[in-house]
């Protein structure tokens, strides 16, 4: 698993972004690139804004019950998996601004480094080691990104 808070690690995620084109073709699912650069944005708005409604007690329980061993394990998600309804994006976005977004969010995050992120509490699934904080952010990154054969 590549190191998301590593300058090299994150320059060949970079650099896998960078072949992306407003006219890349997704080889499965039903988003297109420019909405799939939102998706992503999403795991970093939880992180750095105040976006998006964060689930009561019970919700957040069952997420950390059902959802989070998912989120956080080393292997790979599933082709047109299930995701959560924030995550959807249903208008066409901006390739550019999306885009745009993603490289200064994940520049960010490694910027920060991974001592801020141990131990953080994470929107959906209370704290989070480093280690978790990476794998969530890598595995999502790249299941996307393969999504769009880069």
């Known amino acids: ?24 073709q997704p080889q499965w699912g ?33 997420l950390k019950l059902f959802v989070k061993g998912v989120v956080v394990n080393d292997k790979p ?5 299930q995701t959560a309804p924030q995550f959807y994006i249903k208008d066409e976005r901006n390739f550019k601004v999306e885009k745009g977004r993603l490289v200064e969010y994940i520049n960010k ?3 920060h480094g991974e001592a ?15 280690k978790e904080w990476n794998t969530m952010f890598y ?5 996307h990104l393969r999504q769009f054969g880069v």
Not at 37 to 58: G, I, Q
Not at 77 to 81: A, E, I, W
Not at 139 to 143: S, V
């Open 30 to 62: 039903k988003m297109s690139v420019s909405q799939m650069l939102a998706h992503c944005n999403v795991t970093y708005e939880m992180v750095y804004e105040d976006k998006h409604p964060k689930p009561n007690f019970l919700k957040k329980f069952l």
């Open 109 to 111: 995050t490694q910027g």
């Open 77 to 81: 998600y599933k082709q047109n998996g």
């Open 139 to 143: 595995k999502h990154l790249d299941h």
């Open 116 to 130: 801020f992120f141990d131990n953080k509490e994470s929107h959906s699934f209370g704290p989070l080691s480093k």
């Open 1 to 24: 698993m590549k190191n998301v808070f590593d300058r090299n690690d994150v320059n060949e995620i970079l650099d896998r972004i960078n072949l992306l084109t407003p006219e890349t």
